[in-house]
């Protein structure tokens, strides 16, 4: 019923920056809030950043200061603005949505290697 599109990852070095995008298509209507998660392997999956359709975001402590979360003015596409990577924010990068955080609708990831 909702397709994520996630987009933007790559390699970048410590100290760099990334920008993530998700898309979100089909019945969006549906979606109150969107946010990033990631997972490292062996690693249990943690929210990094979410934002509301009313534009309240947050964050998880290890990226506040260094990532920006933002939408679009549809309300259809989030963006993670990745700023002074460290080799710890190296994950697969989930997009997710749905009414609630930890929402039913996942894409595929996009891994994100923060590596010299």
């Known amino acids: 019923q909702v397709q994520l599109v996630e987009s933007g990852g790559g390699l970048v070095q ?3 920056s990334l920008r993530l995008s998700c898309a979100a298509s089909g019945s969006i209507f549906s979606i109150n809030v969107m946010g990033w998660y990631r997972q490292a392997p062996g690693k249990q999956r943690e929210r990094v950043a979410g934002i509301t359709r009313g534009g309240s975001a947050n964050y998880v ?17 989030v963006y993670l603005q990745m700023n ?3 080799p710890e924010d190296t ?6 949505a749905g ?6 609708y ?7 290697t923060v590596s010299s």
Not at 63 to 72: M, Y
Not at 91 to 96: D, F
Not at 106 to 112: I, M, N, S
């Open 91 to 96: 994950a697969v990068y989930y997009c997710n």
């Open 61 to 77: 402590d290890s990226v506040k200061g260094r990532f920006t979360i933002s939408r679009d003015n549809a309300k259809s596409t």
């Open 14 to 16: 410590p100290g760099g």
């Open 84 to 86: 002074s990577l460290r």
């Open 99 to 104: 009414a609630t955080t930890w929402g039913r």
């Open 106 to 112: 996942w894409g595929k990831g996009t891994q994100v």
